[in-house]
Each structure stands twice: as structure tokens, then as C-alpha cells.
């Protein structure tokens, strides 16, 4: 615990001893994307847990936008997921902006960040990631509704149509579909009695993320 | 010599009822109303209300579900009936938020309702006896004016009333620094024509967002503040005064007339506050832990790790961690209080917390509505604990 005492570290400490913030951020980043790729293979995967990781992406993107630091396509590192870069929590729980060796403008570490960041333009890297995410949140919401049997067997009828619109369960198979136009039809999910079908469209869904 | 002979549990459960079909994500609550004629259920995007005679159509009463998914960054997490006012509930979300619905002000309570709110005056006088009776519309509200002869409120400041006239009726509203007497006084009468305002007083309506929430501490925000300030329980105390919600590391009381912090805040397992990342990676800071009233809302409980449980007095400000273990208790024993080492020398008895075992996690517990008795949901064991019978 020696931020918690304030102890100054030289900066050769800092690259060997501790990690530093944003190596850290980095690494919380790369886990909470693979935490939202992998949570259609949870028993019991959940909306809630999901929209709190993918808020906390959202946030860190936003930070690593404010730091100037936002350069990489996330979605390349979910592949390898390199969780062995995952050390100790302390100084990611400590407050944002508070002084953990780094400071808010982060002067010291930048030298490390920009070997650590690859890949081009920015601005379309960060939409491929965009995209990526909210392509994540339509394919949970499509995994999660029953079949169409069990769903709409006895429901009121101006409700079901309503919900059935939504959640586009009504909406006819579109299993030949190929690419991004798969994922787009996600969003009005084939109605599946079949898991083998849903984990072939998963299985699609993170192979294109992984490519991206 | 009492010997322990193990039974095979045999539990058999039959539905006498299903309510199929008017929920696509899971559901997360359900809550009796106090007509014991409707119940609600919510999921993580919408709540139903239900009447209990009829199994195939339920009514959509709150629904937050964005026309675009990706817009989505807020769920439902709790929701709950007032305990006495069987048109108001609450309902709780994974930012933090509880917001407070009257069913009577819309068909769709995901519009802000409105309730009668600050005055003028500041001055606190009796509690207030009842909250929420008699919301209308803002198209409907019609203010008239209450008589206040012979109400004279001695040595205090005179409090005042106003009345709503709902259709044909007058509906006496309760207010922020209102006398108990005078309220009573109204209360008895059946409808009110037109009542008189004293003159030096004049009441604003204005409008009251009842949405509970906490500003955020700028210095304690983290990745995972949001996480943590996520709310998994919400319960109404018995009297039906009060709100306490369970986030991840603390348990708060609100009280309902004041909506922009809470007025008392329990901490949990502060000392998890320093371990959220290995938390988040193991998937254990969204575990979704409830929280209890005993039955004279003067003791809270809820449950921890390493099959603890924990127990605040509110009066006494005392609080308490048991567990629940067969190991670690005979039966009829009473529970010895644990304590959790957070740095520095380790006691005898205290455990350490890296030593908490984190699969053991007490998410369920329930508390008798009148007796001290208690029910702790430990895995997959049913603990039952209750006073020490002399």
C-alpha cells in the first residue's frame, strides 16, 4: 500500500515496481471487453452486468480521449486478451484524478504509452470500437428472449404486437445473411428454438470482432 | 446423547398459478400491493402490474427500454409497493437512482410525478403523518384554499393546508411542516366545497421530481463508481416512512420527503473498497445482495461474504457481524459476532480479508414481520436464527 502513504517512487521504479495508471486502464479496458464478448457464455447472462461494463468501457474510452491517449482499436486487443497485464488493483481504485504517482496530466508515462498503443487513425479505430460495442448490447438483447412460442402464447394481443415489433421476434429468419449486415439483423433476431443457431450467429459475432 | 441425524431435504413445489409471458428480460422483483388484489413484477427494463384473478394480461406500468438498444446504459434492479399506499411504489436502477411512482398522476410512471413539495416556510414541525395522498395531474390541479379557523397551532409556527380537487372531491394533501392536528382535522371531513387560506401564508406548488439519488463525492470517483452505486435492494420500512436501499458497499435509509441524500448510510465491507478491480474481475462486485427491516424498522440486515451476515441498530448506531456456518456454530449456540481484520496485527478470531472466502456470499435473508426471527439464504443451506429463548 505505499501510494496510500504517498511515498514518491523514482521513475525507473515506476516502470519496473508499479505499473502505472494508465498501463492499468489499459488493462482494465482489455478485461472489460473480453468480460462483454464472453458473457453470452455465462449460465445465466445478465443486461444488468452487461450495460455496467459497457459503461465502464464507454467511460475509460472517454478519459483516454481526454488524455490524448486514445490512439489503439481496443477491439484488437480483445483477441489475445492479455490478462497477465492485469496487476494489482490498488492504484485503479483509488479516485481518477488522484495523485497515484502519475498526476492528471500524466506527463512522466506518456514516453511508455505511445509504444504501448498500435494502429492507425484514430477516429476510425474509435468508430470500429463504437460499433463493436453497441453490436455487443444488440446481441444481448437478442439472447435473451424465450422462443417465440413460449413468449407469445397467451399475452394480450396489442402488447405482444407492441413487443413483438421491439424485440422484432416476428420479424422472419435471416440466417443466410454474411458480415456486418448478420449483425445489423441481429437486432431482429431470427426466432430460434435452437441454441446451435444462436451460438452460430455468437460465434460470428465474435469472430468479426476479433477481425475488426 | 442428542445425535444429528441428516435427512434428505424433500421439497416439492407446485404452481398454483403462472403469469406467463409479459417479460422479456429477467425478472429481478416482485412486489405484493397492500389491496392484496395486485402485485407488480419488473425485469430489467419494464414493470407489470398484475391482478392475481387474472393470469394472461398484465398492465405495463413503467418502461425504459430505449427505442434504440444502444442507447441502453441504465436497467431496472428493484422495485417494490409502498407498504400501505397501494398506488405508490418505488423502483430502484444500476445508476444509483430510486424513483418514486404514483400510478394515480399517470397510467406510465416513467414520466416524473408530481407531488406536493418545499414550501416557504422552513420550519419543521411534526413528522409528516402520510405522504402522497391525493396526487393529481398538473392539467387538474386546482388549488383551493383550506379553512384554518379555529386551528390555531399554539407556540409554534401555524402550519397550513391545501386541498385538491380531484373530480368531485377534495382530497386533503399532507404537506412538509404540517401540524398534526390540522391534518387529522381534514382528514375527517368527507369533501370540501372550497376551504380558506390564511392570508399571510400562500403555498407554491411546484413540482417535486421524486427521484432519490446521492450526489456523487468528486474525490471518491472511480472506474468502478458506478458499478458500486448500482442499488440491488430495495425495501420500504413497515411504516411505510422511509426507504432503504443496498448498493455494494453500504446500505442507506432515505427518508421519503427528502429526496437529495439519504439520511443515514450503513457501511457493509468498506475494507472491500481498496480490492474493487480483483472484485470486477471475478465478477463479485455484481453480486446483487438484499437487505431487510426488522419488524419496528429499528434494525437493519444484510449480507456479506464468507457467509456473514450483518445487523445495524439504528437507534443504538451498534452493529453486528454473524455468519452463517455449520462449522463455526452449534446448533441453539448463540452466534459469536465476527470481525474482519482490515490491516496491521490480526487478532485471535478476526479474520483477515484475503482470507475471505468470496463464494460464500449471502445474498437472501429475510427478517419475521413482528418476531426476531431471521432467515439467512448461505449457499445452498436455509439458516433460521432467532432471539435466545430463556
Redesign the interface.
Same mark, same amino acid.
Given at each position: 500500500?505505499m501510494f496510500a502513504r504517498g511515498l514518491k517512487r523514482k521513475c525507473a521504479e515506476d516502470e519496473e515496481a508499479a505499473p502505472s495508471y494508465s498501463r492499468?486502464?489499459q488493462s482494465?479496458l482489455d478485461?472489460s471487453l473480453v468480460?462483454l464478448q464472453l458473457c453470452h457464455a455465462l449460465a445465466?447472462p $445478465?443486461?444488468?452486468?452487461s450495460?455496467?461494463i459497457?459503461?465502464?468501457v464507454r467511460?475509460?474510452q472517454e478519459e483516454m480521449t481526454q488524455d490524448g491517449a486514445w490512439r489503439g482499436a481496443a477491439p484488437q486487443t480483445t483477441g489475445r486478451a492479455p490478462l497477465d497485464r492485469?496487476v494489482s488493483?490498488?492504484l485503479?481504485?483509488? $479516485?481518477?484524478?488522484d495523485g497515484a504517482g502519475d498526476g492528471p496530466a500524466a506527463p512522466a508515462p506518456r514516453g511508455l504509452q505511445s509504444s504501448i498503443w498500435e494502429g492507425d487513425g484514430p477516429l476510425e479505430d474509435k468508430g470500429s470500437f463504437q460499433k463493436s460495442l453497441?453490436q455487443i448490447?444488440?446481441t444481448l438483447?437478442s439472447n435473451?428472449?424465450l422462443s417465440v412460442d413460449?413468449?407469445? $402464447?397467451?399475452?394480450?394481443s396489442s402488447?405482444c404486437s407492441l413487443?413483438a415489433v421491439?424485440?422484432g421476434v416476428v420479424g422472419g429468419a435471416q440466417s443466410g445473411q454474411d458480415g456486418l449486415e448478420a449483425l445489423a439483423a441481429m437486432?431482429a433476431p431470427a426466432p430460434s428454438t435452437s441454441c446451435k443457431s444462436d451460438l452460430g450467429e455468437l460465434d460470428h459475432v465474435v469472430g468479426i470482432l476479433v477481425e475488426t | 446423547v442428542p445425535v444429528l441425524r441428516p435427512m434428505d431435504l424433500m421439497v416439492e413445489a407446485t404452481p398454483r398459478r403462472v403469469f406467463?409471458?409479459?417479460h =422479456?428480460?429477467?425478472i429481478n422483483s416482485i412486489s405484493v400491493n397492500s389491496d392484496y388484489e395486485t402485485y407488480m413484477s419488473a425485469d430489467?427494463?419494464r414493470i407489470n402490474l398484475w391482478n392475481f384473478e387474472i =393470469?394472461?394480461?398484465?398492465f405495463?406500468i413503467v418502461d425504459i427500454?430505449p427505442a434504440n438498444?444502444?442507447e441502453? =446504459?441504465?436497467?431496472i =434492479?428493484a422495485a417494490e409497493f409502498h407498504p400501505h399506499h397501494c398506488n405508490t411504489f418505488v423502483y430502484s436502477s444500476?445508476k444509483g437512482t430510486i424513483r418514486l411512482c404514483d400510478m394515480r398522476a399517470s397510467a406510465l410512471c416513467d414520466r416524473h410525478t408530481k407531488f406536493w413539495t418545499n414550501l416557504p416556510h422552513s420550519s419543521p414541525t411534526l413528522e409528516v403523518p402520510s405522504y402522497g395522498e391525493g396526487v393529481a395531474r398538473a392539467g387538474d390541479l386546482q388549488e383551493t384554499k383550506l379553512a384554518t379557523a379555529g386551528l390555531e397551532v399554539q407556540g409554534e409556527e401555524p402550519g397550513f393546508l391545501l386541498a385538491v380537487v380531484m373530480g368531485n372531491s377534495a382530497v386533503p394533501i399532507t404537506l412538509h411542516w404540517l401540524h398534526q392536528e390540522i391534518v387529522n382535522h381534514v382528514s375527517k371531513q368527507e369533501s370540501m366545497p372550497g376551504v380558506l387560506l390564511r392570508e399571510e401564508m400562500s403555498a407554491e406548488v411546484s413540482d417535486l421530481k421524486p427521484v432519490f439519488e446521492e450526489p456523487e463525492d468528486p474525490?471518491?470517483?472511480?472506474?468502478?463508481s458506478?458499478?458500486i452505486s448500482?442499488i440491488s435492494d430495495v425495501k420500504f420500512s413497515h411504516s411505510g416512512r422511509y426507504i432503504m436501499t443496498r448498493d455494494y458497499l453500504t446500505v442507506k435509509v432515505w427518508d421519503l420527503n427528502m429526496e437529495n441524500r439519504p439520511i443515514e448510510t450503513y457501511q457493509v465491507h468498506d475494507y472491500l473498497?481498496?480490492?474493487?478491480?480483483?472484485l470486477?474481475?471475478n465478477?463479485c462486485i455484481?453480486d446483487k445482495f438484499e437487505c431487510v427491516w426488522n419488524g419496528s424498522d429499528s434494525v437493519i440486515m444484510t449480507g456479506s461474504y464468507n457467509n456473514f451476515f450483518r445487523m445495524f441498530d439504528r437507534n443504538t448506531k451498534r452493529d453486528v457481524t454473524l455468519e452463517a456456518s455449520r462449522e463455526n456454530s452449534k446448533p441453539r449456540a448463540i452466534l459469536k459476532p465476527r470481525k474482519v481484520c482490515v490491516g496491521g496485527k490480526r487478532r485471535k478470531d478476526e479474520i483477515s480479508v484475503d482470507s475471505l472466502d468470496f463464494s460464500k456470499k449471502i445474498l437472501h435473508t429475510a427478517w419475521h414481520p413482528s418476531e426476531n426471527i431471521i432467515a439467512v439464504a448461505a449457499t445452498n443451506n436455509l439458516y433460521i436464527f432467532q432471539d435466545k429463548v430463556n
Open positions: 500500500m492499468q486502464r482494465l478485461m468480460k445465466e $445478465s443486461l444488468c452486468r450495460v455496467l459497457a459503461n465502464t467511460q475509460i492485469l488493483t490498488d485503479l481504485c483509488r $479516485s481518477v484524478r453497441d448490447l444488440e438483447e435473451t428472449p413460449e413468449l407469445f $402464447s397467451d399475452v394480450d402488447y413487443d421491439l424485440t437486432a | 406467463a409471458n409479459a =422479456t428480460y429477467h430489467d427494463l =393470469t394472461n394480461q398484465s405495463n427500454k438498444m444502444e441502453l =446504459t441504465e436497467v =434492479t444500476s474525490s471518491n470517483r472511480s472506474f468502478f458506478e458499478i448500482s473498497r481498496s480490492k474493487l478491480c480483483s470486477y474481475e465478477d455484481f
